[in-house]
Structure formats: structure tokens, C-alpha cells
């Protein structure tokens, strides 16, 4: 069992920064990647951003150069780091790893957070 505890989400106005963070607890012997996603009223959980352990990163093309994402291997804590947003970067965000229990593999998600960008 392990347990995603994210904070940082809120109210922002356009042009504006946010940042989010995420710690993971519990049953991990190690974690391969983490990540963050979000989901929109309406619409599909996308991926926003991605790192892996040896720390290269992927990113949504509609946030590259908006968004930085990092990792704390030795806290298992993920950060995403989010300039200049936009109103259409309101969405529910929720934190996920994927980490080896000792036992086998599997997917861990937060709660999520809401993050809201008014114009």
C-alpha cells in the first residue's frame, strides 16, 4: 500500500505561477517513474509530465517551457513547477508513481488537487 499526499493546487490568475508537490510513503522499495496528470471537466486525464529515476523527463507538448517537473529520489517527493499559466490549464491534478513494493509492480495516485487559472 503507499500512500500520494499532493499540495500546492489553488486560484491563480492568468500569467501566474503555481507549484505542486507530492510525497510518496508506504510499501516502496523503489520507484521507476513519476509523474503528473490532470483532468479537465469533460475531458480525458492526460499526462502533463513525466520523469524518470535517472531523471530524463517528458512533457505534454502544450506545456513545454511552462512546466518543469522534479524528483527527490531520496524522499520519493515529485514537484511540478508551473509558470505562465493559462486558463486552460485548470484542471484536477493528480500525482502517480510507478514503484516496485518488494512484491511486484504497480500504479500509485494522489487524491489530486484542483488547480484554476481564471482570465
Known amino acids: 500500500q503507499v500512500q500520494l499526499v499532493e499540495s500546492g493546487g489553488g486560484l491563480v490568475q492568468a500569467g501566474g505561477s503555481l507549484r505542486l508537490s507530492c510525497a510518496a510513503s508506504?510499501?516502496?522499495?523503489?520507484?521507476?517513474?513519476m509523474g503528473w496528470y490532470r483532468q479537465a471537466p469533460g475531458k480525458q486525464r492526460e499526462l502533463v509530465a513525466q520523469?524518470?529515476?535517472?531523471?530524463?523527463?517528458n512533457y505534454a507538448d502544450s506545456v513545454k517551457g511552462r512546466f518543469t517537473i522534479s524528483r527527490d529520489n531520496a524522499k520519493n517527493t515529485v514537484c511540478l513547477q508551473m509558470n505562465s499559466l493559462k486558463p486552460e490549464d485548470t484542471a484536477v491534478y493528480y500525482c502517480?508513481?510507478?514503484?516496485?513494493?518488494?512484491?511486484?509492480?504497480?500504479?500509485?495516485w494522489g487524491q489530486g488537487t484542483q488547480v484554476t487559472v481564471s482570465s
Open positions: 502517480n508513481i510507478y514503484y516496485n513494493s518488494g512484491y511486484g509492480t504497480y500504479d500509485g
Open positions: 508506504g510499501s516502496i522499495f523503489s520507484v521507476y517513474n
Open positions: 520523469i524518470v529515476s535517472d531523471g530524463s523527463t
